[in-house]
């Protein structure tokens, strides 16, 4: 297999080469130029941060790769996916909401944010996979339909899957509403029915007429539902709800074929960037963030994911502090396997070896 180049900036600046100049260089080196021609539909996949969290990406960046992309004649928008879980970013005017608090919109970055599943996260388009679990993989309608794609993302850890990276943001981050319902759930949803004010939004969202009233109360027949999630999404009163079923191995593998569906639906046609800053023990997902448990890296970019995030991984133990411990993301949740995710990826031919080339 060949090698993937990965691009690196470290942390050193000063006059005449700030961290704005490096991240530009950056982006160059890496072929920003070349990925965008005139007039194109650039969408770059941010993560704007769940309220109360501060670890995410810093708006300044996004706003440095808008300038890049529409200086190479694109058309860049910001965009990320609503989550299938309540909070600050469960549909698309919290969500913006939660951008414009955290810094993402078009005053400070020069490009407008919008949710790229739509109002409730149910706008989506099927990609193919030839995966173990997944055929179909439910991305969002605003994520396929863009000419290419500029991945912004965060490393740090992740409760469930050891670490979250370039591959996390494409796999889960990418996915619609009923797209995470797949990943996180192998079951159907379950139903509160004390919740339940019997407004009728999941029988008129419901594809396949698998949900009825009794009593004003929604009720999901079982033998007719495919468990797509749509009902999560359309219901605001957490009447329906997620059985969060999928750990591990299993969830690690969704997550990878989600991802290769993107990988394959944007080869050649996108550009990744992972920030090994705040690398905080759990994602920009939850409402607080943790202190770092490794020092701040710098910033690394490639046309290829995994190689990024097996680069990034290997920087990330060469800080470790604590020595002796293999992988720190591993040493935080005792019987997660990081590499595991790398191993499973070559299996959908997402190729993790890399040169690491150092920028400026
Ligand atoms: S959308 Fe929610 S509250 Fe409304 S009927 Fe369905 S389950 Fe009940
Ligand atoms: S998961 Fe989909 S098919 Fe099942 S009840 Fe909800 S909307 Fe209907």
Redesign the pocket.
């Known amino acids: 297999m060949s090698r993937e180049n990965v691009y690196f900036i470290n942390l050193h600046s000063e006059s005449g080469c700030s961290l704005e100049d490096k991240f530009r260089w950056l982006l160059n080196e890496a072929g920003i130029a070349d990925l965008v021609c005139k007039g194109e539909l650039i969408g770059i996949k941010v993560h704007v941060g769940e309220r109360g969290n501060l670890a995410y990406v810093n708006h300044n960046y996004a706003r440095l790769a808008v300038g890049e992309i529409t200086r190479a004649g694109g058309k860049p928008f910001l965009t990320d996916t609503n989550t299938l879980y309540g909070g600050g970013r469960h549909n698309a005017v919290d969500h913006h909401a939660s951008a414009v608090m955290h810094g993402y919109f078009e005053a400070t970055t020069g490009a407008p944010f919008f949710a790229a599943d739509g109002l409730r996260g149910l706008d989506f388009e099927e990609l193919p996979v030839q995966g173990r679990h997944v055929t179909g993989a439910r991305i969002a309608a605003g994520i396929c339909q863009a000419d290419k794609i500029v991945m912004l993302s965060h490393f740090k850890g992740h409760c469930e899957m050891g670490f979250g990276g370039t591959i996390k943001n494409m796999g889960m981050g990418c996915a619609s509403v009923p797209g995470k319902?797949e990943l996180h759930s192998g079951t159907?949803?379950v139903q509160d029915h004390n919740r339940c004010v019997g407004c009728g939004q999941?029988l008129m969202?419901?594809?396949?007429h698998?949900?009825v009233m009794a009593e004003h109360k929604a009720v999901?027949d079982y033998a007719?539902?495919?468990?797509?999630?749509?009902?999560?999404a359309?219901c605001n009163y957490g009447a329906?709800q997620v059985k969060w079923a999928e750990h591990g191995e299993r969830l690690i593998e969704k997550v990878a074929e989600y991802a290769a569906a993107l990988y394959g639906q944007f080869s050649g046609k996108a550009l990744y960037v992972n920030f090994a800053l705040e690398i905080s023990p759990d994602c920009d997902c939850w409402d607080y963030n943790d202190r770092p448990f490794v020092p701040d890296i710098g910033i690394l970019a490639s046309r290829s994911p995994a190689a990024l995030d097996r680069a990034t991984m290997d920087l990330v133990k060469k800080a470790n502090p604590r020595a002796g411990e293999e992988n720190p993301f591993d040493a935080l949740r005792p019987g997660q396997k990081c590499e595991y995710l790398f191993e499973y990826c070559r299996t959908l031919g997402m190729n993790d070896e890399y040169e690491l080339v150092e920028v400026g």
């Open positions: 319902l159907k949803p999941c969202n419901c594809p396949e698998a949900i999901i007719m539902c495919i468990g797509c999630g749509q009902c999560v359309a329906m």
